[in-house]
C-alpha cells in the first residue's frame, strides 16, 4: 500500500518538483533497477545466513520511512527533486534487499504442484493494498489540492505493516533456517545441492542454463513494459487525466495485476510455462494504447500494462522456483531479479528520452524486443521437452 501509493504519483510529482522527461524516466527506471540489481548480493546473502526474516522486515522498514519524507521535498527547493529521487532510490534498495528472502520464503511453503498459484495470491493480496494505496493519495490530492500530503499519511499503514510483519516473524521461526552445509529435498523429493559461496555462486553461473535463458527473456519484456511513471507522466502532461486523478488510474492498473496473477498463476501449475507466452504479445501491445491522445485507449492499455505487470511480478517466480534448487532460490531470485534490471534501466533510459517527440518509434523498438523476448520463452519451452 505504501509504495504502490507512491508509485502512483512518482511521475506527475517529480514532474511538479521541476524534473523533466528524461529525469523521470531515469529516477523510475533506475530505481526498479536498483531494485532489481542489487539482489545478486541480498539473494546469497539470505541464502547463507539464513535471515530471511530479518532481511524482509529490513526491506519493509525502509520503504515505511523513506516513502513519507517523500513530503518534505516541495519545502527543499530546488534541491527538491534531488531529494525525491535519492528517497525513491532508497525505497527501491529496500526492496532488493526483501524481496528474494520473502520469495524463498514463499517458494518454500508451497506445497506440492501449488508453486504458481501460491505466487499468485499473494500477488493478488499484496494487490489489495497497491489498490487502497494509490486512492488513498488521490483522495487527500483532492481534498488537499497538492499530492505531498498523501504521503505524509502512509506513515499510518507503514508502521502497521512493519509490527504484523514482526508478529508473523516471530509466529513462524521454523520458515527462516536452510543450514547452508546441508542438503534438501526439492519440490521433485530428490536431494539438492547445498549452498554455494563465492563470485561464480553469486551470479549464479552454476544454475541450469534454461533459468539464464528465461532470466533474458523477461529483461526483454521488462525493458518493453516501461515504468508507470512514464506512462503517467505523459498522460498528465498533454491533459489527458488530472493529475490528482493519477492514482486511480494506478489503481485500475493494480486491480487487473490482481486477477492476471491469481488467473496465470492458477493456469501455470495446470499448464506449465507456456502461460508466460502471453507476456511479450500485452507487452509489444502497450505503446499505441498508452501514448495515444484519447482516454479511452490509454485506460486501455493501462489496464493491460496492469495485466502484464502481474504476470511478471507473481507467476513468472514460479518458473524460477521449478528450475532453481531449493538451497539456491534466493540467490537465483537475485539473479533473475538482476537481468531484469538491467532490462529496467535501459528501457526506462530509452522510454524517458523518446516518449515525448518519438512515441512511434519507441512503439517500434518495444515490438523488436518482444519478438525477441518470445522467441527465447520458446527455446525455454523446447528445452523443457
Known amino acids: 500500500m505504501?509504495?504502490?501509493?507512491?508509485?502512483?504519483?512518482?511521475?506527475?510529482?517529480?514532474?511538479?518538483?521541476?524534473?523533466?522527461?528524461l529525469v523521470v524516466g531515469l529516477v523510475t527506471g533506475a530505481g526498479e533497477a536498483m531494485?532489481?540489481?542489487?539482489?545478486?548480493g541480498t539473494g546469497p546473502w539470505a541464502d547463507r545466513s539464513g535471515r530471511h526474516w530479518r532481511l524482509t522486515v529490513v526491506g519493509?522498514?525502509?520503504?515505511?520511512?523513506?516513502?513519507?519524507?517523500?513530503?518534505?521535498?516541495?519545502?527543499?527547493?530546488?534541491?527538491?527533486?534531488?531529494v525525491a529521487a535519492a528517497l525513491i532510490l532508497a525505497?527501491?534498495?529496500?526492496?532488493?534487499?526483501?524481496?528474494?528472502?520473502?520469495?524463498?520464503?514463499?517458494?518454500?511453503?508451497?506445497?506440492?504442484?501449488?508453486?504458481?498459484?501460491?505466487?499468485?495470491?499473494?500477488?493478488?493480496?499484496?494487490?489489495v493494498g497497491a489498490f487502497a494505496g494509490p486512492l488513498v493519495v488521490a483522495g487527500i490530492a483532492a481534498l488537499t489540492g497538492t499530492l505531498w500530503p498523501g504521503f505524509a499519511v502512509l506513515a499510518i499503514p507503514g508502521a502497521l505493516s512493519l509490527l504484523l510483519l514482526a508478529q508473523l516473524a516471530r509466529r513462524a521461526p521454523q520458515l527462516t533456517v536452510v543450514p547452508d552445509d546441508l542438503a534438501v529435498a526439492g519440490?521433485?523429493?530428490?536431494?539438492?545441492?547445498?549452498?554455494?559461496?563465492?563470485?561464480?555462486?553469486?551470479?549464479?553461473?552454476?544454475l541450469p542454463a534454461r533459468f539464464h535463458v528465461f532470466s533474458a527473456a523477461a529483461a526483454l519484456a521488462t525493458a518493453g513494459l516501461m515504468t508507470f511513471g512514464i506512462i503517467s507522466f505523459r498522460f498528465v502532461e498533454i491533459g489527458l487525466v488530472p493529475l490528482a486523478a493519477a492514482p486511480v488510474v494506478y489503481a485500475l492498473a493494480m486491480a487487473t495485476a490482481a486477477v492476471a496473477a491469481l488467473g496465470t498463476g492458477a493456469l501455470f501449475d495446470r499448464w506449465g510455462p507456456r502461460v508466460l507466452l502471453a507476456v511479450p504479445v500485452l507487452v509489444a501491445v502497450l505503446p499505441p494504447l498508452v501514448f495515444a491522445s484519447h482516454l479511452g485507449p490509454v485506460l486501455a492499455g493501462v489496464a493491460?500494462?496492469?495485466?502484464?505487470?502481474?504476470?511478471?511480478?507473481?507467476t513468472v517466480k514460479a518458473q524460477v522456483a521449478a528450475v532453481v534448487?531449493?538451497?539456491?532460490?534466493?540467490?537465483?531470485?537475485?539473479?533473475?531479479?538482476?537481468?531484469?534490471g538491467l532490462g529496467a534501466i535501459v528501457g526506462g533510459a530509452v522510454a524517458g528520452a523518446l516518449v515525448t517527440h518519438h512515441a512511434t518509434l519507441l512503439g517500434v523498438l518495444v515490438a523488436v524486443a518482444q519478438v525477441a523476448a518470445l522467441g527465447l520463452l520458446v527455446g525455454v519451452l523446447r528445452t523443457r521437452r
Open 2 to 21: 505504501v509504495y504502490e501509493g507512491m508509485r502512483s504519483v512518482a511521475g506527475p510529482y517529480l514532474g511538479t518538483l521541476g524534473a523533466s522527461a
Open 35 to 40: 531494485a532489481l540489481l542489487l539482489r545478486l
Open 60 to 82: 519493509y522498514g525502509l520503504t515505511a520511512v523513506c516513502v513519507p519524507l517523500l513530503a518534505v521535498a516541495p519545502a527543499l527547493g530546488t534541491a527538491g527533486v534531488a
Open 91 to 127: 525505497e527501491r534498495a529496500g526492496k532488493a534487499i526483501r524481496s528474494p528472502a520473502k520469495s524463498a520464503l514463499l517458494a518454500r511453503v508451497a506445497v506440492g504442484g501449488s508453486m504458481g498459484r501460491a505466487f499468485g495470491v499473494h500477488k493478488a493480496l499484496d494487490q
Open 187 to 206: 519440490a521433485s523429493g530428490q536431494p539438492e545441492r547445498p549452498v554455494r559461496r563465492g563470485l561464480g555462486a553469486a551470479l549464479g553461473l552454476d
Open 304 to 314: 493491460l500494462w496492469g495485466v502484464a505487470t502481474g504476470i511478471l511480478d507473481s
Open 325 to 340: 534448487p531449493g538451497p539456491r532460490r534466493a540467490t537465483g531470485y537475485g539473479v533473475f531479479a538482476a537481468v531484469q
